[in-house]
């Protein structure tokens, strides 16, 4: 239950026959999505982890043997609600390179190093199950930054009977700091908190193994990045991407995700400028692809006619024809 995770398991595929046994199993917290990539050309295949409320983590394929999470201060220092990676070479260096896909920045939030967002994992009312409490910062009365819960008191009354005990009315709660609601009685009742510093989505480079962000372009951060395509969509043999997403289930004082109408990433080929990069930011009017609706999934299916097909929720799955350039 959120924010717990389960397991994750490397399923092995044994000629044919899927096993998975004590050594396949990994505790990654909350995973949304990973890639396999040889980040180091070292000839065998890594896997990088996407999660929310946490970390992109790395874990090394060590020989075959097992798969090792390493530790690395340029992806620890980057947490995010991360939904989705894809890896492609996008400056033909011969490392692959990554896109990871976070919140955005349409929101009110603005989490940082200094003014993260937090998660506190607490039984409120001592009923057996976590009411997940979600926090950020805002300027009190006296433009001082201040931690506050993120939800609005209805709909957290609704979660926890905790909270019409603590809070007669709105204006008593439209006041109240983290530290008002939680206090040391109750946080002793704490049983972790995670936290993120950004919400945006960007570029991970992978420079010969060394990492380094770069922010995606601002009109890619008008809503959540969910799933991705990277396929050299123009034939000049750049990687290009598709980006696609929203999101509809945020409680009412976030609102609905619903800006990306399918965005394509064209790959103008080397950085311009040393450790840029030069992606050109194409509208569904320029690109003839329009993805209305919360993205679930999307697949690439290559042929004679290529497809880009695309699930909805909630909604008929759309497919778009592309006409491969003959190299
Ligand atoms: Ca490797
Ligand atoms: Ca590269
Ligand atoms: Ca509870
Ligand atoms: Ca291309």
Same mark, same amino acid.
């Not at 990277?230 to 980006?243: A, E, I, Q, T």
């Given at each position: 239950?959120?924010?717990?995770?389960?397991?994750?398991?490397?399923?092995?595929?044994?000629?044919?026959?899927? %096993?998975?046994? %004590?050594?396949?199993?990994?505790?990654?917290?909350?995973?949304?999505?990973?890639?396999?990539?040889?980040?180091?050309?070292?000839?065998?295949?890594?896997?990088?982890?996407? &999660?929310?409320?946490?970390?992109?983590?790395?874990?090394?394929?060590?020989?075959?043997?097992?798969?090792?999470?390493?530790?690395? =201060?340029?992806?620890?220092?980057?947490?995010?609600?991360?939904?989705?990676?894809?890896?492609?070479?996008?400056?033909k260096?011969?490392?692959?390179?990554?896109?990871?896909?976070?919140?955005?920045?349409?929101?009110?939030?603005?989490?940082?190093? @200094?003014?993260?967002?937090?998660?506190?994992? !607490?039984d409120?009312?001592?009923?057996?199950? !976590?009411? =997940?409490?979600?926090?950020?910062?805002?300027?009190?009365?006296?433009?001082?930054?201040?931690?506050? =819960?993120?939800?609005?008191l209805?709909e957290?009354v609704?979660?926890?009977?905790?909270?019409?005990?603590?809070?007669?009315?709105?204006?008593?709660?439209?006041?109240?700091?983290? #530290?008002?609601?939680?206090?040391?009685?109750?946080?002793?009742?704490?049983?972790?908190?995670?936290?993120?510093?950004?919400?945006?989505?960007?570029?991970l480079?992978?420079?010969?193994?060394?990492? &380094?962000?770069?922010?995606?372009?601002?009109?890619?951060?008008?809503?959540?990045?969910?799933?991705? !395509?990277?396929?050299?969509? #123009?034939?000049?043999?750049? =990687?290009?991407?598709?980006?696609?997403?929203?999101?509809? %289930?945020?409680?009412?004082?976030?609102?609905?995700?619903?800006?990306?109408?399918?965005?394509v990433?064209?790959?103008?080929?080397?950085?311009?400028?040393?450790?840029?990069?030069?992606?050109?930011?194409?509208s569904p009017?320029?690109?003839?692809?329009?993805?209305?609706?919360?993205?679930?999934?999307?697949?690439?299916?290559?042929?004679d006619?290529?497809?880009?097909v %695309?699930?909805?929720? &909630?909604?008929?799955?759309?497919?778009?024809?592309?006409?491969? @350039?003959?190299?």
């Open positions: 239950m959120f924010p717990y995770a389960t397991h994750s398991w490397l399923i092995i595929n044994d000629k044919g026959k899927l %096993t998975v046994n %004590t050594s396949s199993k990994l505790d990654l917290s909350m995973v949304t999505d990973a890639v396999w990539t040889d980040y180091d050309n070292d000839g065998w295949p890594d896997l990088l982890v996407a &999660r929310e409320w946490n970390s992109v983590v790395l874990l090394k394929n060590m020989n075959g043997k097992e798969l090792v999470p390493q530790l690395i =201060p340029e992806l620890e220092n980057q947490r995010g609600i991360w939904y989705s990676i894809v890896a492609g070479d996008f400056n260096d011969g490392y692959e390179d990554y896109i990871v896909g976070n919140l955005g920045e349409n929101n009110r939030f603005n989490a940082s190093d @200094k003014y993260p967002m937090n998660l506190y994992a !607490i409120l009312d001592g009923d057996g199950t !976590i009411d =997940p409490l979600i926090t950020g910062y805002w300027n009190d009365q006296n433009g001082n930054m201040k931690e506050y =819960p993120l939800n609005y209805d957290l609704s979660q926890s009977s905790f909270f019409n005990k603590k809070f007669k009315d709105y204006a008593s709660f439209s006041v109240a700091t983290i #530290n008002d609601l939680l206090d040391e009685n109750i946080l002793k009742k704490l049983q972790f908190k995670l936290d993120i510093n950004t919400t945006s989505s960007y570029i480079w992978n420079e010969k193994g060394k990492f &380094r962000w770069e922010k995606l372009p601002e009109s890619l951060q008008v809503s959540p990045i969910k799933k991705m !395509i990277v396929h050299d969509f #123009n034939g000049d043999g750049y =990687p290009d991407v598709l980006v696609a997403g929203n999101d509809y %289930t945020y409680d009412v004082s976030t609102g609905y995700y619903d800006a990306n109408k399918g965005i990433l064209l790959n103008k080929g080397k950085n311009k400028k040393e450790g840029e990069s030069s992606f050109e930011v194409l009017a320029q690109s003839g692809i329009l993805l209305q609706g919360m993205v679930e999934s999307l697949l690439y299916f290559k042929g006619t290529s497809l880009v %695309t699930g909805f929720n &909630r909604a008929k799955v759309s497919v778009y024809g592309h006409a491969e @350039k003959a190299k």
